[in-house]
């Protein structure tokens, strides 16, 4: 799924980049491909980024808000565009929650898989990899 970031960047040290390259590392792990307002460029006039994060934003099929997102007047209105044009919205809050109980549900199925897999061999059955028959 491509994805576009929204958060606060106005005002913060190096304009909260860091936050933005974090979402961007966990999103691409997650599979999606990343739509990052933070990569571009230093030295535009204030009012010249936004029509060039809606462009972004109108090539994503969803937004992800970071935690901030409230705080900045130009996220709030992606967030309301990408809501008007039905497009996924996923809050930095609960992306990581889903993602930490996807990686311990992954976990405990190993474990399950394990025990099966032992309790199996202890009780006289035979496991053969691959197919060894011509």
């Not at 936004?50 to 969803?62: F, K, Q, S, T, V």
């Not at 929650?97 to 976990?107: F, H, N, P, S």
Request: net charge neutral.
């Amino acid at each position: 799924m491509i994805v576009y970031i929204a958060g606060k960047m106005t005002g913060l040290e190096d304009l909260g980049r860091a936050a933005f390259r974090k979402a961007q590392r966990e999103l691409e792990k997650a599979g999606h491909v990343v739509l990052n307002p933070a990569v571009l460029p230093d030295g535009l006039a204030p009012d010249a980024y936004m029509p060039i994060c809606m462009a972004m934003l109108n090539a994503a099929e969803a937004i992800y808000l970071l935690d901030n997102w409230e705080d900045s007047q130009g996220a709030q209105i992606e967030e309301a565009y990408a809501k008007y044009q039905h497009k996924l919205v996923m809050t930095e809050t609960l992306f990581r929650a889903k993602q930490k109980v996807t990686r311990k549900a992954i976990r405990e199925t190993r474990k399950q898989m394990k025990r099966s897999i032992l309790d199996l061999l202890q009780n006289g059955w035979h496991i053969r990899v691959g197919d060894d028959e011509t």
